[in-house]
């Protein structure tokens, strides 16, 4: 039985994507990416010198600053600001730079769903464009989890508030890394089949979490595949879309 959804799409169908680089004049590396009416922009300024406080100075430091389209930052963006360091943190190669910070600005410019898993694909393709040494690059999605059991993908703000539960999930894009040359990274760190970050909200079964990451898997193979044609072009303000 197919699960009907209010904008037509299947349950597994994402909402067109879209992705531009090189948007901020001052910013080291810049980036934008939507799904549907979600749209998030991430600039990185760094790496400089001098890592924050209670940061180990062998290594380069993380930050990330998360500002809502409107208002305070509040104990869900603050949340999101968590998330999106430790998955970041865990795609850089943080002994490249050591003793230097890079921080990462995520701007919200509409959200209809689906918000952190946006900002962490604006935020790894703004690195890129930054030049900042990564290990791999990573895809997010939402899978949501209906009252009656179903999974669907990518939802809206109005399905999310209907859902019993969903998981924002991180999966690595091994087909292409960011590797400076010389580096002494190995090939088998990279996490072909793994994931890199799985958060959870509300009651949802080990079979009903598997069964979200199984089509988040799935899924994430065409997201990975827009991710790097998007970025294999270096023109300034390139930009490219996928329906």
Not at 193 to 205: A, P, Q, R
Request: hydrophobic share 40%.
């Amino acid at each position: 039985m197919e699960i009907g959804r209010d904008d037509g799409r299947t349950a597994n169908q994402l909402r067109p994507l879209a992705c531009s680089r090189n948007i901020l004049n001052r910013a080291h590396g810049s980036a934008s990416w939507s799904q549907g009416d979600t749209k998030v922009l991430a600039a990185v300024y760094g790496p400089k010198a001098g890592t924050k406080k209670n940061e180990n100075p062998e290594k380069a430091c993380i930050e990330v600053v998360w500002k809502p389209k409107t208002g305070q930052i509040g104990k869900p963006e603050k949340e999101y600001e968590v998330i999106l360091k430790r998955t970041l943190k865990s795609i850089c190669l943080l002994n490249i730079n050591p003793n230097t910070t890079t921080s990462i600005i995520i701007q919200v410019v509409s959200d209809d769903g689906a918000l952190l898993p946006c900002a962490i694909n604006a935020a790894c393709a703004a690195l890129v464009d930054a030049a900042i040494p990564l290990k791999h690059l990573a895809v997010a999605i939402c899978c949501c989890l209906t009252e009656s059991g179903y999974v669907i993908l990518d939802p809206t703000k109005v399905e999310e508030q209907k859902m019993k539960a969903f998981a924002y999930l991180v999966f690595p894009n091994s087909a292409i890394s960011i590797i400076p040359e010389g580096s002494s990274h190995m090939e088998g760190e990279l996490m072909e089949h793994g994931i890199i970050t799985s958060v959870t909200h509300g009651v949802m079964s080990v079979d009903d979490y598997l069964h979200c990451l199984e089509r988040g898997q799935a899924a994430s193979t065409k997201m990975s595949a827009f991710l790097r044609r998007s970025l294999q072009s270096q023109a300034p303000n390139d930009s490219s879309r996928a329906g």
